[in-house]
């Protein structure tokens, strides 16, 4: 071998350890970057929990209107959270191209956004009870329901000015003071739902009317902590986010929600098709629907973590963008992706393990609730598959969104999860006679299909990418 070979041989090692040095520091930036978020993400997901498992020992009945009461309250409320999402890969592109105003600019649109939309988006709720009788739900369960919504709908502006305080704070590389809200707000969430559900410690007994307060309470709470954080602690002072609030800033407002729209409208059409898949769950009876509420919330839970691996892919893909690195670039979104697998494979095993202690969690001892249970145990069963693909599709789409990717992904959302899904769900529930376990395969299909496209648009892009340079 000559001296230039081994040269050459030499390189290509220099090169091979550099490139795996570069892996190994993106899978510890990009952990330590979702793991706050994460966090934080199961925080909140866990005051849902709470609530839910307070309301199960009011009985099955109870859960279903809380679970039809959720249905209507997110398809108004997954509008805002759309929008408000695109705060994030606009502050993250910012401040990789080192532009420190457009980061506080871009919160700025994005709280006024939340502020905009909460009027409109309160009137869904409001009118929570006739919409879900016009959908052929029983008169007792939407009146429940309505209750529910009464003490949620105050609560949606404060919860999507939090989230986009979230989004800027992840964005800038500090998600943690995000995290110690949340963890703080957990304990009182649940001694408060606890008080005014069943009435305790001086309390009225507002059952599920006081689950709703709570959650809006807390909510309030919350956004003033937030916004006190990054208006006064560092290193959120410096960019003087509440300066100029008042400022119209249309020019990045229109950018916000060219970005945030395509996100609004994915995030409803896959929320909207679990929101479906519960109304057919209450044609075919209320345990089916309190079952199906029991391991969606398992599901939700799984969800959140991914979702903050997603999030953190955004800001790291958005960074890299903005800084013009675009080997950076796939490392980020493949890095991000890899996690989700993992950690949703590993996940999974542990629900299917405990399926039937998981289901009973929710109803205690109650009588009323031991004819979900076993079908709950069941769901998280046939759910195996939908909970690897959720985690996917959701870092997948992350890592899109770093990119201002939005239009693509909400076309394929539009064609896995209704004209694929929903279709699935229908024909195996009702055509073939599965009942609730069709409903959970056709889910399963749609959010398998959903996920591969995602991965394959990431791939495709990030070639593109590549050739450009």
């Not at 409320?77 to 080192?98: C, D, E, K, N, T």
């Not at 704070?169 to 739902?193: Q, S």
């Not at 229109?254 to 909207?272: C, H, M, Q, R, T």
Request: proline share 4%.
């Amino acid at each position: 071998m000559t001296s230039f070979d081994k040269a050459e041989d030499g390189d290509a090692t220099s090169l091979s350890r550099a490139a795996r040095g570069a892996v190994a520091t993106e899978f510890i930036e990009t952990i330590t970057l979702a793991l706050p978020i994460a966090l934080t993400q199961l925080g909140q997901i866990a005051m849902m929990t709470t609530d839910l498992a307070l309301i199960g020992r009011l009985g099955d009945q109870a859960v279903a209107a809380a679970s039809l009461a959720h249905t209507v309250f997110f398809v108004a409320f997954v509008i805002g959270m759309g929008l408000v999402s695109a705060v994030a890969p606009l502050a993250a592109q910012a401040l990789g191209a080192r532009k420190p105003r457009i980061v506080r600019r871009a919160l700025r649109v994005g709280l006024w956004a939340a502020l905009l939309l909460c009027i409109p988006m309160m009137l869904l709720p409001l009118f929570g009870e006739q919409i879900l009788l016009m959908l052929g739900q029983s008169p007792e369960n939407a009146r429940l329901a309505q209750r529910y919504l009464l003490g949620l709908a105050p609560g949606m502006a404060p919860a999507l000015c939090f989230m986009a305080v979230r989004n800027f704070m992840g964005a800038v590389n500090r998600p943690e003071p995000g995290l110690w809200i949340t963890l703080a707000a957990i304990p009182a969430n649940g001694l408060l739902g606890y008080a005014l559900i069943h009435g305790h410690w001086g309390m009225p007994r507002l059952e599920l009317l006081g689950a709703g307060v709570a959650t809006t309470t807390v909510n309030f709470g919350m956004c003033a902590a937030a916004l006190w954080v990054t208006y006064s602690q560092r290193p959120f002072r410096k960019f003087h986010v509440l300066g100029h609030f008042w400022r119209p800033d249309w020019p990045l407002m229109k950018e916000l929600v060219v970005i945030g729209a395509p996100i609004a409208v994915s995030f409803l059409l896959e929320y909207g098709l679990f929101s479906a898949a519960g109304l057919l769950m209450g044609l075919i009876s209320t345990s089916a629907l309190a079952a199906h509420q029991i391991a969606l919330q398992i599901a939700a839970i799984l969800f959140m973590v991914p979702f903050g691996i997603g999030m953190a892919a955004t800001v790291r893909v958005g960074q890299a963008f903005g800084r013009g690195e675009l080997p950076a670039i796939r490392r980020a979104g493949i890095v991000a992706i890899v996690l989700g697998i993992v950690f949703m494979s590993v996940m999974t095993l542990a629900v299917i393990v405990a399926r039937f202690d998981l289901a009973r969690f929710f109803f205690g001892d109650s009588p009323q609730g031991m004819a979900a249970v076993d079908l709950a145990a069941t769901l998280m069963l046939v759910g195996a598959t939908f909970f690897i693909a959720d985690g996917i599709q959701t870092v997948a789409a992350g890592a899109l969104r770093g990119l201002s990717d939005t239009r693509i992904p909400l076309l394929l959302a539009a064609l896995s999860y209704w004209a694929i899904g929903f279709t699935s769900a229908c024909a195996l529930a009702f055509w073939i006679g599965l009942g609730a376990v069709g409903v959970w395969i056709g889910l399963s299909i749609g959010t398998g299909l959903y996920a591969i496209l995602l991965v394959l648009r990431f791939r495709k892009l990030t070639h593109r990418l590549k050739i450009v340079t």
